[in-house]
């Protein structure tokens, strides 16, 4: 990085794009946060408020409107479009619409403006798994020439996917979200580069979270759940966990000129099954009342992070840290 170079950020007031901002500042960069509530902000205010002075902060209704980047594009160096419906709803439009049109819409708009080298934006392993399932003996990376088109007129709110409605939703419009960036770029050829990032579940210290309660509003409420609960949640049973410092990392040094235009990039930490997670409980934390037990022979599907590796320099962090920063910020709320 030269200077102070600008960063355009939305869904900074999540638990990714939150640990994102922070590490962002601490490298060097300016901030333009992009938020559509006022009232959420104030916690990242807080979390930011040692680099107060290089971060700007932008409020728009919707992230589909041409007016909320335009008037905040300016200037810009870089993109990092974090911001995505959450697996909540079971009506169609709360997921495709948003999904599609914030991205066409950011990447149009960034288009327009000179200044920008790189837009990044934070996908899913989703985006990288047919939405029916993963063909059998298949390996989930960035390069399959799989088939990931579904029919987007399906009753989803019929569908008897083991996962559930919003989930499923959830996976389709991660497919639509990154097919429509993908052909953006090659058909409107911008001058910036475009990269993906594809995160498997994200486990690790959330700063935003206020109270143990609170841990269900993020990714961690999931791996809390299996440790208590004794079984994964039905939404994530097969999928492996990584890091909340290995994708920040992953979106810090994304932002490299030597990280080629196009580039995809799983997000997906080690461990091949739940068994090894129940052992590191029972290892760690005995006293914990955990119901997750070595029986749980449920293993995770096969996924190959290797690109990551070798282009991002990334060393992907144990299943002992991410189990450990979830657990300890959990009993620390419990001791106040």
Known sequence: MTGEELVFITGASGFIGSCTALALLRAGYRLRILHRQACKIERLQALLSEYSSRVEYALALSLTDKAAYREHLDGVNYIIHLAHPLPSSTEREAYFVPAVRATTTLLEEAARVP????????????????????????????????????????????????????????????????????????????????????????????????????????????????????????????????????????HVRALDPGVADGSRYLLSGPGRSWKEVAEVVQREYPDLGARISTDLEEGFLPMDGGRAEKELGLAWRSWEAMVRDVVEQQLGFAKS
Request: net charge negative; glycine share 6%.
């Open 115 to 250: 200044s920008i080298k790189k837009v990044v934006i934070t996908s899913s392993v989703a985006a990288l798994m047919p939405l029916d399932g993963v063909p059998p003996g298949g390996i989930i990376k960035e390069d399959n020439d799989w088939d990931f088109t579904f029919d987007e007129t399906e009753d989803f709110a019929a569908s008897a996917d083991p996962r559930g409605v919003p989930m499923r939703l959830y996976h389709a419009s991660k497919l639509l979200a990154n097919r429509t960036a993908h052909k953006f770029r090659t058909t409107a050829a911008p001058s910036y580069a475009l990269v993906t990032l594809h995160p498997v579940f994200v486990y690790g210290h959330n700063p935003t979270q206020n109270s143990a309660e609170e841990i269900e509003a993020s990714s961690n409420g999931l791996l809390w759940y299996t440790l208590l609960a004794g079984v994964p949640h039905r939404c994530h049973s097969q999928v492996p966990g990584v890091h909340i410092d290995d994708v920040v990392e992953a």
